[in-house]
């Protein structure tokens, strides 16, 4: 049994209103990358169904870049926020709004 | 013949302080020797050239700039009007270089003053042997600029500099008239080249060669200090004697002249500009002349009556009377050289005392200056047989064709300068010897000295040119004279055509009859007495109050815009912008520093409304399209 490409697409649209949803409400920052996290696998599973779609597999390849920028962030930004955590103790994203003009 | 000066310049600026003292006058005085020689050697050979309307040579050196229809060269013109003034620019230059070592000796700058006058000689024969007017120019500019830097060579005294600055920026003024004119002639006449002017005349007919005579005449009036631009010519008496004597007695004042007489073939196609030039001069020349009546400064005095002689000049300019402006120009160096020398000789050996009220009796202190001065105060008067009288005399017949008003203002000026001159000559050398009693604060002055004989020498060499110059041009010689000898270079000439050989006599009776009178009165009033208020009057000795109206006229009104540029366009206008973007910029950043809040989930709405929008941009042209 095969499902239609809509059913990918729409499961693709859930998971990042899911994630874009989460990273506005949710303060903490873990969970705020998890979000993002969400959104971006969101995005390749719409590139790897419209790969199969449309039989390019351009598709396929833009998804491993995004993987690999994706670890890369995560590296990054697990960096900053273990920086952060041990000057504050919290990871409560309000909490860091030094920037505030 | 121009080189040679430069050379000595060149030396000069590159060892002067190096060859020291005596030495480096020297070297000015003999590079400026060689070419007088230069000069002489040059006049015979353009005497040996048969017949007279022949003699033009042009000699090119090189093309200095070739652009579009712009062709000009760096080439002199030798012919009878350019060598005359060679011959006596050089000839004059040589005996003021010579007088100079004695008069400047011990300043501490004393190469730098040969320096400048070697320059001044050469941008002087630049002038009056360029071929064209754009390098005439130069030489019109090189001399503005020595005469700035001599003016103010003293420069440690305030009154100097300022001095120095009112000649440049009063030159500048006529410079300017002289650019426009360039501009204007060039434009209709495609050349800067004087032959070429010449040649192509017609195409300046009419109103053209009305306004480019006027603007030449405006720089004219600049360099020969006329009326309206003549107040810098009093001041600049602060430069050094010699410098009085050359720049702005022999040489350079009459470069406006030469400039005139130079384009005469285009002053010939307008009669209303000459008009103005005769009626310019002639004021001026009255005007300067009482002026000179009650200055008590003895440079003061020569210099207001060097602006009366130049005023005949351009007098005779406007009448046409070209030879007779050159002959007075010659006459004129000779005479005021040598009156400004001979002051310089009372002034040295008074240790700088230039109050003709605290000199007197100085005849039997320095018989040497007295006798020479003698003779140029005889000359300038005008008292025949002197140079002056025959100068003068040439003058005033070619004016009484021309108008009768203004020979007559001519002659009235004649009478006032036997006045004053003779006043100089009795307060100098005759009556008390008011030097020896102090005065105020002033202490009294021990004897004066004589000069030595380098200053001596062109005091004597000058006397027998004054004394002797008119042989040049007398009346009824009508060969081999001066005028016959300028006349190819002129268009026209009203000697000889419209006076009648008894007028002739009868007006040579009236000036030399005006010298006498003006030398009796003078005698009259000034031999014994010093102090006469009445015949001094402030608004004469104020120089008919022409520096307060431009004070007033130019002078505040200008301070006025300065300062309301200042505090209004700068203050409110220029600073207002510059600090008004400023303040908008503040205002606005406050008003979007609130959308930065720091709290990330703010931006992160924003992106996704943002992609929102977007989408729904997107989704609409894809639907509704």
């Known amino acids: 049994m095969s499902l239609g490409g809509g059913w990918y697409l729409g499961l693709a649209a859930v998971l990042f209103g899911i994630g874009a949803l989460g990273l506005l409400v949710r303060r903490n920052v873990l969970v705020m990358f998890m979000c993002i996290e969400l959104m971006l696998n969101a995005a390749n599973l719409t590139f790897v169904t419209f790969s199969r779609m449309l039989n390019d597999i351009a598709g ?22 273990v920086a952060i955590f041990r000057r504050r103790t919290s990871t409560t994203a309000d909490d860091l709004h030094s920037l505030k003009g | 013949m121009p080189l040679l000066p430069l050379a000595g ?28 020689v230069a000069a002489c050697i040059t006049l015979a050979g353009l005497l040996n050239v048969t017949p007279a309307s022949k003699r033009v040579f042009t000699q090119t050196f090189f093309t200095w700039i070739p652009v579009g229809g712009l062709h000009v060269k760096v ?84 009154s100097a500099a ?31 080249d004087y032959l070429t002017i010449f040649s192509h005349r017609q195409l300046l007919a009419g109103g053209t060669a009305t306004a480019a005579v006027l603007l030449l005449f405006l720089a004219a009036t ?46 010939a196609l307008s009669p209303d500009a000459r008009w103005v030039v005769a009626i310019v001069g002639g004021v001026t020349a009255f005007v300067a002349a009482t002026i000179a009546t009650s200055q008590q400064d003895i440079k003061k005095v020569l210099a207001f009556s060097t602006v009366s002689q130049i005023g005949y000049m351009v ?3 406007g009448s046409e009377a070209y030879i007779a402006a050159i002959f007075l120009m010659v006459c004129h160096a000779f005479y005021k050289g040598l ?72 002659v009235v000026t004649a009478l006032l300068t036997a006045y004053y001159m003779s006043r100089l000559f009795f307060l100098a050398f005759y009556g008390k010897d008011r030097w020896a009693e102090a005065l105020g604060d002033q202490p009294a002055h021990h004897n004066p000295h004589e000069s030595p004989w380098v200053m001596r020498v062109p005091l004597v060499v000058l006397a027998v040119a004054a004394a002797a110059g008119g ?55 000034w031999r014994v007495r010093v102090d006469r208020p009445a015949l001094e009057p402030p608004f004469l000795q104020r120089v008919w109050y022409w520096d307060d109206f431009y004070d007033a006229a130019i002078g505040r009104p200008g301070q006025a815009l300065a300062r309301f540029s200042a505090t209004v366009v700068d203050g409110r206008i220029i600073d207002g912008a510059v600090n008004g973007v400023a303040t908008l910029v503040r205002s606005a950043s406050t008003g979007v520093r609130r959308l930065q809040t720091g709290y990330v989930r703010n931006y992160a709405l924003g992106i996704a409304l943002g992609l929102a929008a977007i989408l729904v941009f997107v989704a609409s042209r894809t639907w509704w399209s």
Request: proline fraction near 4%; charge should be neutral; charged fraction near 10%.
């Open chain 2, 339 to 410: 009156l400004f020398l001979g002051a310089g000789s009372v002034i040295h050996g008074l240790d700088d005392e230039q109050d003709l009220k605290r000199m007197g009796a100085l005849r039997k202190f320095l018989p040497w200056t007295y006798g020479t001065f003698l003779v140029g105060w005889l000359s300038i008067v005008g008292v025949p047989p002197f140079s002056g009288f025959w100068s003068k005399g040439d003058v005033l017949t070619n004016v009484y064709a021309k108008s009768k008003p203004l020979w007559a203002l001519g």
């Open chain 2, 9 to 36: 310049f060149a030396v000069l600026v590159a060892g002067g302080r190096r060859i020291g003292d005596p030495r480096a006058g020297w070297v000015g005085t003999v590079a400026v020797a060689g070419s007088f």
């Open chain 2, 471 to 525: 042989v040049l041009d007398l009346p009824w010689v009508h060969h081999d004279s001066f005028a016959h000898f300028l006349q190819p270079v002129f268009a026209t000439s009203l000697f000889d055509a419209n006076a009648h050989p008894l007028n002739q006599w009868v007006l040579a009776l009236v000036d030399a009859g005006v010298a006498l009178v003006g030398i009796a009165v003078a005698w009259q009033l």
């Open chain 2, 162 to 192: 300022s001095a120095g600055k009112k000649a440049f920026i009063y030159n500048r003024i006529g410079d300017t008239g002289f650019l426009l004119a360039m501009f204007l002639i060039f434009s209709k006449v495609g050349s800067l």
């Open chain 1, 60 to 81: 396929q390849v833009l998804v491993f870049f995004v993987l690999v920028v994706a670890a890369a962030e995560v590296v990054v930004g697990l960096g900053i926020v």
């Open chain 2, 315 to 317: 007098l005779a300019v």
């Open chain 2, 222 to 267: 600049g360099k020969s200090a006329q009326i309206p631009l003549f107040n810098w010519l009093p001041d600049a008496m602060e430069g050094p004697t010699p410098v009085s004597a050359l720049i702005h007695a022999a040489t350079m004042v009459t470069a406006g002249v030469y400039l005139l007489c130079r384009m005469n073939q285009v002053l």
């Open chain 2, 75 to 158: 080439a002199l013109l030798v012919d009878p009007l350019s060598i005359t003034m060679c011959m006596f620019v050089t000839g004059v230059s040589m005996l003021i270089h010579l007088y100079s070592i004695g008069y400047m000796k011990g300043d501490r700058d004393y190469s730098k003053f040969f320096v400048y006058l070697n320059l001044f000689v050469f941008s002087m024969l630049v002038l009056v042997l360029a071929n064209n007017l754009l390098v005439t120019f130069v030489g019109w500019e090189g001399v503005g600029a020595c005469s700035y830097w001599l003016v103010a060579y003293w420069f440690r005294r305030e």
